[in-house]
């Protein structure tokens, strides 16, 4: 198994610009979720989805959208990129709704220009 | 909504020595208390995590102890080595139908050899 992966590694965008961060898991994992973690913080729920068709907001979800059209992806959009954007995004997914274990991609650096 | 608080911000110990991370949370119904290690550049990765029926947990050098009356948990490390050097992140999950987790910003561990 991959586990997460994430695309790209890194990026630069200018402000206004739009782009898509891409999350694939193949742990056939229910549960997924976008943070962001900004220089000295930790880490904040942008969006969250408990399946295929179901997403839902975290405490940061300004400025970004999700969708969640199979088990496997979960794409996290940036429209009209910002400055307060720049940032490590993290996507991690888990098995079910209980007690279980996050399991984090390896993180996508974006700087907003 | 829960709120987690993570005290030291920085630790820096001599190797050998123990380390000692505190966090306190506000949601009394949170059931679930991860801490993960995070390297620099790399993703966030669970150490250990304790359940709120349990008040300790250990696993080789680290343990977890939750008291949940005051609401706070704890990590321990002892005999720390210089690859023990990370950021350390404390969590809990929430209260309500979803539990996400909320993170606390995190304790930079430096062990000096």
């Known amino acids: 198994n991959a586990g997460v992966t994430q695309t790209p590694k890194f990026r630069i965008l200018k402000i206004g610009q739009s782009m898509t961060l891409q999350c694939t898991q193949d742990?056939?994992?229910?549960?997924m979720y976008w943070y962001r973690q900004d220089p000295g913080m930790g880490l904040k729920l942008i969006y969250y989805s408990v399946g295929a068709g179901i997403t839902d907001k975290g405490e940061v979800p300004n400025g970004y959208n999700v969708s969640r059209s199979t088990t496997e992806d979960f794409p996290l959009r940036l429209e009209l990129a910002a400055p307060s954007q720049t940032s490590v995004y993290f996507c991690?997914?888990?098995?079910?709704?209980?007690?279980?274990?996050?399991?984090f991609g390896p993180g996508t650096r974006l700087t907003v220009t | 909504g829960e709120n987690v608080e993570q005290h030291p911000s920085t630790l820096s110990v001599q190797e050998g020595d123990s380390a000692v991370i505190k966090c306190t949370y506000s949601d009394s119904a949170s059931n679930y208390f991860p801490w993960y290690k995070q390297e620099l550049g790399k993703r966030p990765q669970l150490i250990i995590d304790i359940r709120s029926n349990v008040g300790e947990k250990k696993d080789q050098r680290i343990a977890v102890t939750l008291n949940k009356t005051a609401k706070h948990f704890s990590l321990h490390i002892t005999e720390t080595q210089p690859e023990d050097s990370a950021v350390y992140f404390c969590a809990a999950r929430g209260g309500g139908s979803q539990g996400n987790l909320i993170f606390g910003k995190g304790t930079k561990l430096s062990v000096k050899p």
């Open positions: 742990m056939n994992h229910n549960y």
């Open positions: 991690a997914s888990k098995r079910g709704g209980g007690v279980v274990e996050q399991y």
